[in-house]
């Protein structure tokens, strides 16, 4: 089935920097999806969301939004899509409700139309009870609902969400997490971007791991990890610290965890164990099972996700 939003071969440089911020970009984010953006800082994940929204010229590759091709229709692509950025993007001095319609006003909405997406988005993001209060006051997952409800207003299909949980409580990322849920079960394909991996992987059906400019891993969760799914982690003593990562070396992919070390196995545990004791190394710690989104992020990129 085709994507609602097809791009293929996207690139970008900014001038006077040393590399392109997107060296060949290929997605396809189907329509009801929740579509996981990763990358470190630097990635390219802020360039590619704003080629995406029309607020970036592409150098080089084509796409299509909602059948509409981004070099020729960007007013229609624009109309289709909505952002709640990092950033909060609305007036701190007026209300809810006026902020509410406000932007709607600003976005050709008027009369009836106006009110019922008011209703819609301020119902959708649960705050009905809060329309009458000054949005410098509200607390900060109320801030944060706030940008998600103005994100509503023009019933985007494309629902861009960049960083929508940072600095709000438990409650209030639980309430943003399942509204988000039910958006793209009426339809949305939402890119959602975030620091928090277990957001991630709790709510996104395909994630695409970008860095330096270029699509490292892209597909369904359950196949992204599938793909890594086998991962040892384990503290050994009695072997020297080079000898037993040249030793593990030979089963899989090595990371260092202080005084443990994580395998991505390309064999089954047992012979790994086996080798070990042979060795003469003495096991103190041993756990098995599937990887997640962030051991995989980091086989592949070899650095924290908030590292630039």
């Known amino acids: 089935m085709p994507g609602l939003i097809e791009i293929d071969g996207i690139t970008k440089r900014y001038r006077g920097a040393e590399r392109p911020a997107l060296a060949g970009v290929s997605l396809a984010i189907p329509q009801g999806s929740i579509f996981g953006l990763l990358g470190p800082n630097g990635a390219g994940k802020t360039t590619l969301i704003s080629i995406l929204l029309g607020l970036v010229r592409k150098d080089g590759g084509s796409g299509r939004i909602g059948g509409h091709d981004m070099d020729r229709e960007l007013p229609a692509i624009r109309r289709m899509c909505g952002l709640a950025p990092q950033d909060l993007g609305f007036y701190p001095m007026l209300t809810v409700e006026e902020n ?116 490292l891993r892209a597909g369904s969760l359950d196949d992204l990890l599938a793909q890594d799914a086998m991962v040892l982690t384990l503290a050994a003593d009695g072997v020297a610290p080079a000898a037993l990562t ?63």
């Open 246 to 308: 040249d030793l593990l070396s030979r089963f899989g992919t090595l990371e260092h965890l202080g005084d443990r070390v994580r395998l991505h196995l390309s064999a089954p545990p047992a012979a790994v164990l086996a080798a070990l004791d042979t060795a003469g190394a003495r096991v103190r710690h041993a756990e098995f099972g599937r990887g997640n989104l962030e051991q995989l992020f980091m086989s592949l990129t070899r650095r924290s996700l908030r590292d630039s």
């Open 100 to 215: 509410l319609r406000f932007y709607g006003a600003a976005g050709g909405l008027t009369g009836t139309a106006l009110d019922a997406r008011v209703d819609f988005s301020a119902d959708t993001a649960q705050l009905r009870d809060h329309l009458r209060k000054r949005a410098d006051r509200l607390s900060g997952g109320l801030k944060r609902r706030l940008n998600l409800a103005l994100s509503l207003l023009h019933s985007p299909k494309v629902l861009v969400l960049d960083e929508p949980t940072v600095g709000v409580d438990p409650q209030s990322r639980a309430f943003v997490l399942e509204a988000i849920t039910t958006l793209a079960r009426q339809g949305a394909a939402v890119i959602y971007s975030s620091h928090y991996m277990e957001e991630i992987e709790a709510i996104a059906d395909h994630v695409v791991i970008l860095d330096h400019g270029r699509v």
